[in-house]
């Protein structure tokens, strides 16, 4: 079995809106019904789980039901951070998820994941353990201090990560749990968890259009995208 947990807790402070961005109106649409239809519409995918506030369940089931998507087989509570999010899921799943199953854990606001990427993660965390989307670092990067330039830092092995992650059920379970019992609450992302049990994620490529939606502007950029594929 394949699992794509969906994150969707968040609020998005930066979108500067009284709506949780993954529920803002994209050209008619909540923008989460996006990223729910890349794994509804990918064969790969046998399960979707949604993290969300418990406030937001009865809007996550209209979506559901207003665009039939048959998927979609389990919502949980969010938790207080992402990290505690995902392992809410995770944790939800021990009954149903087996130790090889292949779990992906994705950004709600990320609602442009493309079919190969999940493909290649998939294959690569079925070969690794562990997978993550990554691009490479074009621009520029240096440290500042007090706004002033302090350091030049080579970007030729820089990676930015995205979402979706695939790993192995009880591989990030695992790391989860020892996170917990550790009280260490500030990992950003799923991968970051694997240095607790000495395991490194395989990079995939990913692509520029599989942004994470953060801003204002960054919602019309979506709306543009959305328009070219629909011509």
Same mark, same amino acid.
């Given at each position: ?8 807790a ?10 949780? #961005? *993954?529920f ?8 989460i ?6 794994? &509804? ?10 993290? +969300?506030?418990?406030k ?9 039901? &207003?665009f039939?998507?048959? #998927?979609? *087989?389990?919502? /949980? ?13 995770? &944790? ?19 609602p ?36 002033r ?12 990560? *995205? +979402?979706? *992650? ?37 990079? /995939?490529?990913g ?6 939606? +953060? ?15 629909? #011509?």
């Amino acid at each position: 079995m394949t699992y794509a947990i969906i994150l969707a807790a968040g609020f998005g402070k930066r979108m500067k809106n009284t709506t949780p #961005k *993954q529920f803002i109106n994209v050209l008619g649409k909540p923008l989460i019904y996006y990223t729910i239809y890349a794994f &509804e519409t990918n064969h790969e995918i046998d399960e979707i789980v949604i993290v +969300t506030s418990k406030k937001y369940f009865t809007t996550i089931y209209q979506i559901i039901d &207003e665009f039939s998507f048959k #998927k979609v *087989q389990l919502l /949980v509570e969010g938790g207080k951070s992402r990290q505690m999010s995902s392992h809410n899921a995770l &944790e939800a799943l021990k009954d149903f998820a087996s130790q090889d199953d292949i779990v992906l854990i994705h950004d709600a606001a990320r609602p442009l994941v493309a079919p190969d990427n999940i493909h290649n993660l998939i294959a690569m965390a079925k070969k690794h353990s562990c997978a993550t989307l990554g691009i490479k670092v074009v621009d520029t990067i240096v440290k500042i201090k007090n706004h002033r330039f302090k350091e030049n830092i080579i970007r030729d092995d820089l990676i930015q990560i *995205q +979402t979706p *992650q695939a790993f192995k059920f009880k591989i990030i379970l695992r790391a989860h749990e020892i996170a917990k019992k550790r009280d260490l609450v500030s990992f950003t992302d799923d991968a970051q968890l694997m240095q607790l049990i000495n395991k490194r994620c395989y990079i /995939v490529d990913g692509n520029k259009t599989n942004f994470k939606v +953060t801003t204002p502007g960054d919602l019309i950029l979506l709306e543009a995208l959305l328009r070219s594929d629909q #011509k």
